[in-house]
């Protein structure tokens, strides 16, 4: 039935791209197709994979929780934290260790920062069992709220000077393969760490016992419990990870995209933590589907950026900024029903707690 489900979401999808590419070629003027499909080349799909790193890390950071049966919203918190974090510890180090090290070092503190709040945020639910999107909220707001007054604090200003940053590495040979090379393998640290996580957290969630025992977690908690595998801990574990995973996705936005911590309005994250969680949701918790949901959001983003200087098109820029999101919404109503863990959102108490 499930496969049954996909044939029909995929045909719809096929269907509706048919539709509107013919209702595209006969409506719309052809200096606009003309202008609009030199918009598709190799620098765009680059930087589709860079700006897919804070939201694919936070997908699947919210993968992992979620399917171990806790319901972590606070992703985009994290992101804010890890963010912060990074650049702060980059710019205190700049003057003393040199710029690379100094930019590993933030990276490194991004995750750690972003870890010990996803662990707060676990003692809170899992310890004292508070309700898990009060606290997911709370994380969140937290994190809105203290970086950008940490950073008046330390910097005079919401928004941190430029700091050194992450330098893309080149693959030799690779780099050289048309199309893709230039669009991979020269590239951010962080790129390359989301391709590779995206399918080592898939193995680990389908192919490893700790995999099972956190789908399990999620799924039917007692009957781990009673196999002799502590709940508590794999849900711990599942937080910590998705902690581990923001803390990267922070500091890849922060240290391989923007350069500076930008604290005004909804920070220099500005929602990705969110379109993170509706990417898994996208993806029905597959880490390879969360991935390519962020990949289109990520795309249809950056093409925004690019149609709004296409002068022929004349189009208002507020429009223009809707469209990922509307595709993303779209996407989600064809998709058909995410199912969730059983479990996911319910306290666990065992006997041996």
Not at 112 to 119: D, F, Q, Y
Not at 257 to 277: A, E, L, Y
Not at 284 to 296: D, E
Request: aromatic share 10%; charged share 10%.
């Amino acid at each position: 039935m499930r496969n049954r489900t996909a044939y029909v979401a995929g045909g719809a999808i096929g269907a509706l791209v048919v539709l509107a590419g013919l209702v595209f070629t006969f409506l719309v003027p052809v200096p606009w197709v003309v202008a609009l499909a030199a918009q598709f080349d190799t620098s765009l799909f680059s930087a589709a994979l860079r700006l897919s790193v804070p939201i694919a890390f936070a997908a699947l950071g919210g993968i992992f929780a979620e399917k171990s049966g806790v319901i972590n919203i606070g992703l985009e918190g994290l992101l804010i934290a890890s963010a912060f974090t990074s650049i702060a510890v980059a710019w205190g180090l700049a003057g003393s260790v040199g710029p690379t090290t100094a930019a590993w070092a933030g990276f490194i503190a991004a995750i750690l920062a972003s870890t010990l709040l996803a662990g707060l945020f676990a003692v809170v639910t899992i310890r004292y069992e508070a309700d898990q999107i009060i606290a997911g909220l709370a994380v969140w707001l937290v994190a809105l709220g203290l970086a950008p007054f940490a950073s008046q604090i330390v910097w005079n200003s919401v928004n941190s000077p430029a700091v050194p940053t992450l330098n893309n590495w080149v693959v030799p040979g690779l780099v050289e393969v048309p199309v893709l090379g230039p669009a991979v393998f020269d590239s951010n640290p962080t790129v390359y760490l989301m391709l590779l996580a995206v399918p080592a957290s898939w193995f680990v969630l389908n192919r490893t016992a700790f995999g099972r025992w956190v789908r399990a977690s999620g799924e039917n908690p007692k009957a781990l419990d009673t196999a002799g595998v502590n709940v508590s801990r794999i849900r711990y574990a599942s937080v910590l990870l998705s902690g581990v995973f923001s803390g990267v996705g922070g500091a890849g936005l922060a240290l391989g995209q923007v350069g500076q911590f930008i604290g005004s309005g909804q920070t220099m994250v500005s929602g990705r933590g969110w379109i993170g969680i509706t990417a898994y949701l996208m993806g029905n918790y597959n880490p390879i589907g969360a991935f390519l949901s962020s990949f289109l959001f990520a795309g249809l983003n950056a093409l925004q950026f690019r149609v709004q200087q296409i002068s022929e098109l004349n189009i208002s820029p507020s429009l223009v900024q809707m469209v990922p999101f509307v595709a993303v919404i779209v996407v989600l109503a064809l998709v058909g029903k995410t199912r969730l863990p059983d479990a996911a959102g319910d306290h666990y108490e065992s006997g041996d707690d």
